[in-house]
């Protein structure tokens, strides 16, 4: 071998050397970034006809699990879904109340009952009267509360919407661009190594906002298609999603066109936008809210028309009226009713209504039995209201022997389409106890599923760091290792140069 040979072999040896340090001091840097996957760059010895002529440097690459990438990818759109599902529940579990304090909706409809049980033994005494119109305002204020909390998170919901679609459009310029600088460095046979680790980071921004698959092309270009088969635009500026803003009423509906859709080209993509923050918070604007707000008008209005179908318009709108029912579909006449409902006012400026009654009934076999209000001249301790009240508006039955229909669990909101999670309940007790049992219900399994899902997420990212990640101690083996080449190669260059110089002084 010549010293010419030796000389350029050793150049290429140190010129690999420097590739490979300098790509370990790139991994240590990134030791800490999220979704960076370990780079390597593989290397060659070069020949000819069985002569050594150095070593050369491939291009970087990447050390990944496509299986676990996937995983990954699919655990950040469920634990984000989940993230935001529960915090939307947990803002409204507070203003439900907590069984056996007193504060929830089935314990302050029995403090009702409790003040017209105490009045029965005393209907003109004016103190207990006033407990009951005060009880009475306790229960509507909480009815309000939880309604004004549903309506508040379904508003959340819908402007997250809008704040989700501006980061996902960012997001999907920013992969485009990516995508772009990696198909041409791989037409050039450069690495893409660092673009591509740049480009999953962005994806898991991207599926932490919808449900997606990716399918990366041979030149590096990708694809990107929601689990709703949307195929979602990384280019372009005139095909991007939108969402029009709006203040939602509660009679508001996406059947109706009320609620605004997600929109793509012209077209509604709502319903292809699925799971992540954005799907979560769909479901919840155009689905859990507005059940939820749906179950509590139908109790809402029930305490309101069975105490009315008794003779006693206690509990009404702003105007004293008692909301109908027998529309189309079944709310259409008390959607928000939770919302307005209130102590009927003329009630509240005279409590002796509660034993007199605000007006006359008139009997009906299938329904409530006649009734006429004690006249001003009437007896004092007139009972048969109170007794109305505590046997029939908060009984089973309408009258003796007549059942109450039961409660409407289906066909339910603006536009008839929700179904509640539980069965019909007859009394109101028992609609007061199943809503706020299974919101509570929903509350903590959708809490729990969120631990179960970060759980998984912490155990896939423990799997890709010990296949991709990189790891210190690894790093710094690598890193001698190379240093001790360096030096060997280093005094073999050292060598050549002497013996260089031996030979020009022979030659002289």
Do not use: W
Not at 309 to 338: K, W
């Amino acid at each position: 071998m010549s010293l010419d040979n030796a000389l350029s072999i050793a150049n290429s040896s140190l010129a690999n050397i420097n590739r490979q340090i300098a790509l370990v001091s790139h991994n240590v840097a990134n030791a800490n970034t999220a979704h960076y996957a370990r780079e390597v760059a593989g290397q060659e010895n070069l020949t000819a006809n069985g002569v050594g002529l150095g070593v050369v440097s491939h291009a970087s690459t990447r050390v990944t699990d496509t299986m676990l990438q996937g995983q990954s990818l699919r655990q950040t759109t469920l634990v984000t879904q989940f993230e935001t599902t529960k915090t939307a529940l947990q803002a409204i579990d507070p203003v439900l109340g907590k069984p056996g304090q007193g504060d929830d909706l089935p314990s302050l409809l029995g403090k009702v009952a409790d003040g017209f049980s105490a009045l029965l033994n005393a209907p003109d005494n004016q103190a207990r009267q006033t407990e009951v119109v005060n009880a009475a305002g306790t229960l509507v204020r909480q009815i309000n509360a939880i309604a004004t909390a549903c309506a508040d998170q379904r508003q959340a919901a819908h402007d997250d919407i809008g704040q989700a679609v501006t980061t996902l459009n960012t997001t999907l310029d920013t992969i485009g661009a990516l995508s772009d600088r990696i198909v041409a460095l791989k037409a050039g046979g450069r690495s893409t190594a660092d673009l591509e680790n740049q480009r999953d980071a962005a994806l898991h921004t991207l599926a932490s906002l919808v449900d997606v698959r990716t399918l990366e092309q041979s030149n590096g270009d990708m694809l990107i298609v929601t689990n709703g088969g949307l195929s979602l635009p990384t280019r372009g500026q005139t095909h991007r999603l939108s969402s029009a803003n709006a203040n939602l009423a509660p009679a508001f509906s996406r059947a109706a066109g009320t609620v605004p859709g997600l929109m793509l080209g012209g077209i509604d993509v709502t319903r292809q936008m699925q799971g992540g923050r954005i799907g979560a918070d769909i479901a919840l604007r155009d689905q859990g809210l507005p059940l939820f707000q749906a179950t509590l008008d139908e109790f809402a209005a029930g305490l309101s028309r069975r105490f009315s179908d008794q003779g006693l318009a206690l509990f009404t709108d702003a105007t004293g009226a008692v909301p109908p029912s027998g529309g189309i579909p079944p709310q259409a006449a008390y959607v928000g009713f939770s919302v307005t409902i209130q102590v009927n006012a003329a009630v509240a400026a005279d409590p002796s209504l509660l034993r007199d009654g605000t007006h006359a009934v008139v009997g009906d076999p299938a329904g409530a039995t006649g009734f006429t209000p004690n006249p001003d001249t009437g007896p004092v301790g007139f009972t048969t209201l109170i007794d109305r009240i505590l046997t029939h508006a908060l009984g089973s039955e309408v009258a003796t022997g007549v059942p109450h229909p039961a409660f409407a669990t289906a066909d339910l909101g603006p536009d008839g389409t929700l179904t509640a999670p539980f069965a019909s309940p007859v009394t109101l007790t028992g609609m007061a106890e199943a809503l706020t049992e299974a919101q509570a219900r929903e509350s903590a399994a959708t809490a729990s599923r969120f631990d179960t899902e970060t759980a998984v997420q912490v155990s896939l990212d423990t799997r890709i760091a010990k296949t991709s990640g990189v790891d210190l101690d690894t790093e710094m083996a690598a890193m001698i290792a190379l240093q001790t080449a360096f030096g060997a190669t280093a005094r073999i260059m050292t060598v050549v140069q002497s013996l260089f110089t031996e030979l020009l002084q022979s030659v002289r």
